[in-house]
């Protein structure tokens, strides 16, 4: 059996060549972020809101709730299972933006923790890829409804 000194914490970090204001938009407003990441949601991310978002692809959805909001500087949200997400959005020269993802808060045994935690990392590293390339370039990757495709229940 494995012991944890310490709880995992997951972060994902990419450099995303638009202004700021376009990638803080791109993760508030449901109508851009289901062209990279979930499929439909109940709203926009606004401080103190309680939103769904559903993968239908897969038949899963899940509900957060905003614990916090800094206009193209800060998201924080927790999930139903207790787990933090923290996005900081960084202003850099020529229009771009560095976002960091940061992922904590998970429970279990340390074999849980530790999956769950390597299984987070490989899905908000995804989110950034595919949001790099919509946001970037105006692909729609299909990386979320691609990752497990026989799972798909449609």
Not at 33 to 49: A, D, I, Q, V
Not at 78 to 105: C, H, K, Y
């Amino acid at each position: 059996m494995m012991t944890l000194n310490e709880k995992p914490v997951v972060k994902a970090e990419m450099l995303i060549r638009k202004p700021v204001e376009e990638v803080y938009e791109a993760f508030i407003n449901p109508e851009i972020t289901t062209k990279f990441w979930f499929t439909k949601s109940s709203g926009r991310l606004e401080e103190g809101k309680t939103i769904r978002w559903d993968w239908e692809m897969y038949g899963v959805g899940d509900e957060l709730f905003v614990k916090e909001t800094e206009k193209n500087k800060l998201i924080r949200i927790e999930w139903t299972d207790g787990t933090q997400v923290e996005w900081i959005f960084t202003p850099r020269a020529d229009n771009q933006t560095f976002v960091s993802i940061t992922n904590d808060g998970f429970s279990g045994s340390s074999d849980e923790m530790i999956a769950r935690a390597i299984d987070s990392m490989g899905g908000y590293t995804m989110v950034l890829s595919g949001l790099k390339a919509y946001l970037e370039h105006n692909i729609q990757l299909n990386l979320v409804a691609d990752k497990a495709p026989d799972a798909n229940v449609n």
